[in-house]
């Protein structure tokens, strides 16, 4: 390991973001679990709100450079047209 003062800010710079990252790549994927496990019980109200807090939270991943807006945009887009697939079953049935 380095021993200059700069490299040793890095590195512990590195770290803190490494523990934020994980935390919030975590919840993240929770709550995309949670939206998933909604749809599969067919259950809308539950869907429909997952999916605003998880739009909510990939947005500000984004935003703190933890995700890609690729990967985000991505992941949302799924859930979304899951969610819009669980609304056209539950009105046509």
Do not use: F, P, Y
């Not at 973001?17 to 994927?29: E, F, G, M, Q, Y």
């Not at 496990?37 to 709100?49: C, F, G, R, V, Y």
């Not at 939270?57 to 985000?72: F, P």
């Amino acid at each position: 390991m380095a021993t200059h003062k700069s490299a040793l800010k890095r590195h512990r710079q590195s770290l803190r973001r490494k523990t934020r990252n994980h935390a919030v790549k975590s919840r993240l994927r929770t709550l995309v679990k949670r939206v998933r496990a909604a749809i599969a019980q067919q259950n809308t109200a539950d869907a429909e709100s997952g999916l605003q807090i998880a739009a909510r939270e990939l947005d500000k991943a984004v935003s703190k450079g933890v995700l890609h807006r690729n990967s985000a945009s991505r992941r949302l887009s799924r859930l979304s047209v899951a969610v819009n697939r669980l609304r056209g079953a539950a009105s046509a049935g």
